[in-house]
Nanobody, 119 residues
């Protein structure tokens, strides 16, 4: 199993920046993908940015050019640098890890961190 703990959320004014961190522990050597998702009140959870493999990334159109996902080489920590934040970025941000454990693929989620962008 993998445990994920997010940090770095908070309240920021529009145009500001935040950096989220997601620390993985447990069987992190089974991790094959990691990413960030968000869920705003009354909306479905959506992809923000993710490593779909060790070196390939995918971003939501709404954050391209503003957000950057990065990670260390051991899949122990994934970061999300968020610049030029907008009020519509307000949401709970979740970290997700995809693992391959033997022949099974599993998904693990963190508890989420709140990001609030004021106008």
């Amino acid at each position: 199993q993998v445990r994920l703990v997010e940090s770095g959320g908070g309240l920021v004014q529009a145009g500001g920046s935040l950096r989220l961190s997601c620390a993985a522990s447990g069987n992190r050597f089974s991790i094959v993908a990691m990413g960030w998702y968000r869920q705003a009140p009354g909306k479905q959870r959506e992809l923000v940015a993710a490593f779909t493999s060790a070196s390939s990334t995918n971003y939501a159109d709404s954050v391209k050019g503003r957000f950057t996902i990065s990670r260390d080489s051991a899949w122990s920590t994934v970061y999300l640098q968020m610049n030029s934040l907008k009020p519509e970025d307000t949401a709970v941000y979740y970290c997700k890890a995809g693992t391959k454990e033997g022949t099974r693929y599993n998904d693990y989620w963190g508890q989420g961190t709140q990001v609030t962008v004021s106008s």
